[in-house]
């Protein structure tokens, strides 16, 4: 009787057939070596993600290890970026972080649909754009990184303006009129804010030279204040100028006396 292919792998199932030991063990031992060979003994030189090339090219590893490991992989790397995300919103144009945080929030824009929603996601990172140029500003950061979140804001501005017109142009019914109105207010509120933030940039972009002026006045009229300086006040004479009678100066003649020297003079 000829088996069928189905048939003979079902025979060989039913069979049940095991490698021995000693074989698991040499070959094992062999894979080791073929594949770790080429690890570098050196601690520095090795890489994380050739660790994990390794461990999923273990050819003895079997199927319920293989998905620890993967999830155990999946866990830290999904904790890692989760992490460094929730560490990104803090951060403020020229941080490490900051590329990330603008990275999730066009992920973000990708999932929303509806007009309104995003017009109100929009304004959401415009009020975070002009906290970060206020934290900017309160750290005294270089005018390089305060010029950079302008231009971010002035780009966020832009697309808001894109939202509302997609709101008039696609949703022109009762609600979204209601909507738009309150969209609308909310971006000119958020506007008056950000030239009140730009106005407090300008001053203090002119105020290191006006105290330098303030410092220079206040040096020079110290200086004419000065004892024992020309041209200040309050000279004070030196004691060999002086005589027992108190007498600063020139005393050699008085009125009437002539050239004769005055009777109890050294």
Known sequence: MKLSEEQLKQKLKELNLQPDQSWRTETQDYLNELILKDVPKDKKSRNILTYIFYIFTFQFMNSKTKVLAGSIVGVIAAFSLGTAAYASNDAVSGDLLYPLDKAME??????????VKKAEYEEDILDERIGELKKLQNQQAEQARLDQAGEDIEQQKSRIQERIREIEENDPNENSQEDQERIKNRFEEQEEEHNEVKEMNQKQENKPSSETEEDSLTTTSSSDDTPGEPG???????????DRDGCTGDCGSNEGDGDKPREGWD
Not at 233 to 242: A, H, K, L, T
């Open 232 to 242: 200040g006040v309050g000279v004070q004479q030196r004691p060999q100028d002086q």
């Open 106 to 115: 066009s992920m973000k824009r990708v999932m929303l649909l509806d007009p």
